[in-house]
C-alpha cells in the first residue's frame, strides 16, 4: 500500500483544518477532514472553463472565482487568445504557496503567465459592477454548493443581491458559471430572476465516470 504523505497544514480564516496530502500520484486538498479537491477529478473544473469560453470576443476579461489546483486557469488559458486579461482571485494564501512549492509541475507555473493576474482578495470584492471593469466571462468555484457551504462568508455570492453584482459585473451578453457538486433548484431559480438565460449542466469528476456527479450553472447576462 502506498503512503499517505502530509505536505503542508494550515488553517482558514475561521479556524478550520487545511490540509495539503499526496497519494500515490495524486494530491488532494483537505478542509476540515473532508476532500475539497484533488488533482485526479478535474474534468468538471475543465467543463466549466469550455462553457465559460465558449463564446468570448478578440480580447476577453476573465475573472476566476478560486485557484484550486489551477484545472479551470489552465483550460481557460487554451481557450483564450495571446491578448487577454485573465484575472483570479484567491482568498487563501496557502492556496497559492502550495502550488508554487509543491505543484509547480502540476498548474502552479501557470500563475506565471503573462495573461494571468492573481489577486489574494475576496472574489466578491473584485466585481465591483463598474462598466470599465467588466468582465465577459466569469467562474465561481469558490465553495461546494449553494446550500451548505463550506465557507460561511461565500454567501453573499449566492444570495440576490450577490446575483445582482455579478451581473452588474459582467458586459452585456457576459456568462457566469457556478461549479457546485450537487444540484439546485432553488439556487437555479434565484438566478432566473437576475439573467436572461439559465442553464444546469451536468457534469463528470473523471473523464470515464459513469455518472454526472457535479453541477455546472450557467446564467447569461442580456
Known sequence: MKP??????????????????H????????????????????????????????????????LIGGFGFGFTLRRVLELCPAN???????LLPQILE?????????????????????????????????????????LLDVDNSP????QKGNARLYAKAGLARIRESLHPAGRVV???ANRDEAFARSLKQQFSKVECIAAKAYPKAKRFSHTLFVADRD
Open 178 to 180: 457556478f461549479w457546485s
Open 23 to 62: 497519494h500515490d500520484r495524486d494530491h488532494y486538498l483537505m478542509i476540515g477532514g473532508n476532500q475539497l479537491m484533488s488533482t485526479d477529478a478535474c474534468s468538471s473544473e475543465q467543463r466549466m472553463a469550455e462553457l465559460a469560453c465558449a463564446d468570448l470576443p478578440a480580447k476577453p476579461r476573465v
Open 147 to 150: 446550500d451548505p457551504l463550506v
Open 4 to 21: 499517505i504523505t502530509t505536505l503542508a497544514t494550515s488553517h482558514t480564516p475561521e479556524g478550520v483544518p487545511l490540509h495539503l496530502i
Open 98 to 138: 502550495w502550488n508554487r512549492d509543491y505543484l509547480k509541475e502540476v498548474n502552479g507555473h501557470l500563475m506565471d503567465d503573462a495573461r494571468v493576474s492573481v489577486k489574494l482578495k475576496d472574489v466578491f470584492d473584485l466585481m465591483d459592477g463598474k462598466p470599465e471593469t467588466r468582465y465577459h466571462a466569469i
Open 84 to 90: 487577454a486579461v485573465v484575472e483570479v482571485a484567491e
